[in-house]
């Protein structure tokens, strides 16, 4: 059974130790169908390190920030949907999880678990991961295609899926939409 996690998360800022996620979507697709999607948006642990650059590209205000629900709570509404779809006592049973620039998520939702005091992320998430750069990089590289630049506006824009970006429900639809047009370019280069 193939299970796959695409996420993507709004911070208020880059560095995943001192930020944190105020925005995680996510989309899980479970042997090719979308069983479950939402968007959950939360308060940060922390005020006092929120980058202002990052609440401009997130189109959010402190106040905003102020009337979502407190990180606890969303880290256990999380961990509930993670262990409906995953036994996390079968160190076979993992989420692929997938998404733009992937590592960065990553690098924060792993924190975010940390920064709840739960041990157990990798429970729940392989270590391979997919994300579609790579495949674009290959692309560019044979001159089967010319991007912009590597945002994920630019790519969407390329590939006519349309984006509303930093949005990260927006983001990941979007993101999960290019892994699929990839998935059907490549079986054309097959040929």
């Keep these: 059974m193939n299970k796959i996690f695409y996420f993507d998360t709004e911070t208020t800022g880059l560095d995943p130790k001192r930020h944190d996620i105020i925005q ?54 999380i961990v509930n949907l993670l262990d409906k779809y995953v036994d996390k006592y079968d160190k076979m049973d993992k989420f692929l999880p997938a998404g733009y620039r992937i590592n960065f998520d990553m690098d924060m939702f792993r924190e975010f678990f940390k920064k709840n005091n ?22 560019e590289l044979k001159g089967l295609i010319k991007l912009e630049s590597h945002k994920l506006v630019d790519v969407c824009k390329h590939f006519g899926i349309e984006l509303d970006a930093h949005d990260a429900l927006s983001d990941i639809k979007a993101t999960r939409q290019l892994i699929y047009k990839l998935m059907e370019y490549l079986k054309g280069v097959e040929k």
């Design 118 to 139: 739960h041990k157990y992320f990798g429970s729940y998430f392989g270590y391979h991961m997919l994300d579609p750069i790579p495949f674009l990089f290959f692309l």
């Design 24 to 77: 995680l979507a996510y989309i899980v697709e479970i042997d090719g169908k979308i069983v479950d999607e939402n968007s959950f948006r939360l308060q940060p642990s922390n005020y006092d390190t929120i980058e202002k650059a990052a609440l401009e590209v997130n189109k959010t205000t402190i106040e905003q920030l102020k009337g979502y629900p407190e990180s606890q709570l969303v880290h256990g509404q």
